[in-house]
């Protein structure tokens, strides 16, 4: 009964490193997501990616990038790690992009 | 003005008591709603979807009033286990999901 698979689940980065979030769902669903949450902040939507094969930014994209690899994964990368990236990351699928989006455990990640 | 809004809280209320959420949101073409409850350092999970004739669920009571754009969460019987942040999200078709910042329960013993 995994749901939303996401590894690893704390990371401390140096700024400047590098570094990819990986994202694996096996309900089959249509829709992947890249959130971060921060404190006093909500939820804010990195990339998502409506479908296999596409993907689109969403309200904070600068300094990330994405790969839809299959139906299944979705990955967020960092190419340059900055401190400013130190949040708490959650990826999320929907069938559909219109029911239910279901979230992983998230990825606490520090850059120092 | 934000798409989705609601009162941070927190909210701090007895065991037993009943509380009520309210949350509004801006885009008049949204057509799903639901609540999620998130626990601290925890991942948010849906606690209800809302339908436009109102549902519930046990002691959770969820009611969409699309003219006046706004959704509201009826807790009753208010228990420790309750105390969390309730998000409410909302869709448009073709848009993304939409959170609110989220409201804070503390259910007191």
């Known amino acids: 009964n995994a749901g939303v698979t996401q590894t690893p689940k704390f990371q401390v980065l140096k700024t400047g490193q590098s570094m990819t979030l990986q994202c694996a769902q096996d309900?089959?669903?249509?829709?992947m997501y890249w959130y971060r949450q921060d404190p006093g902040m909500g939820l804010r939507l990195i990339y998502y990616?409506?479908?296999?094969?596409?993907?689109d930014k969403g309200e904070v994209p600068n300094g990330y990038n994405v790969s839809r690899l299959n139906k299944r994964e979705f990955s967020l990368r960092l190419e340059s790690a900055a401190p400013s990236q130190t949040s708490v990351y959650f990826c999320?699928?929907?069938?559909?992009?219109?029911?239910?989006?279901?979230f992983g455990e998230g990825s606490w990640l520090t850059v120092v | 003005r934000k798409e989705v809004e609601q009162d941070p809280g927190p909210f701090n209320v007895p065991e037993g008591a009943t509380v009520a959420f309210n949350c509004t949101y801006s885009?008049?073409?949204?057509?799903?709603f639901f609540w999620y409850r998130q626990d601290c350092r925890k991942e948010p999970k849906l606690l209800m979807s809302?339908?436009?004739s109102g549902n519930e669920d046990g002691r959770f009571t969820a009611q969409l009033n699309r003219a006046s754009q706004y959704i509201s969460l009826l807790i009753r019987d208010s228990k420790l286990s309750d105390s969390a942040t309730y998000l409410c999200?909302?869709?448009?078709?073709?848009?993304?999901?939409?959170f609110g910042p989220g409201t804070r329960l503390s259910v007191l013993p």
């Open positions: 999320a699928s929907s069938e559909n992009g219109r029911d239910t989006i279901y």
């Open positions: 309900m089959n669903h249509n829709s």
């Open positions: 990616s409506a479908s296999e094969g596409t993907t």
């Open positions: 885009n008049s073409a949204s057509q799903s």
């Open positions: 809302v339908y436009s």
């Open positions: 999200v909302v869709n448009a078709r073709g848009q993304n999901f939409v």
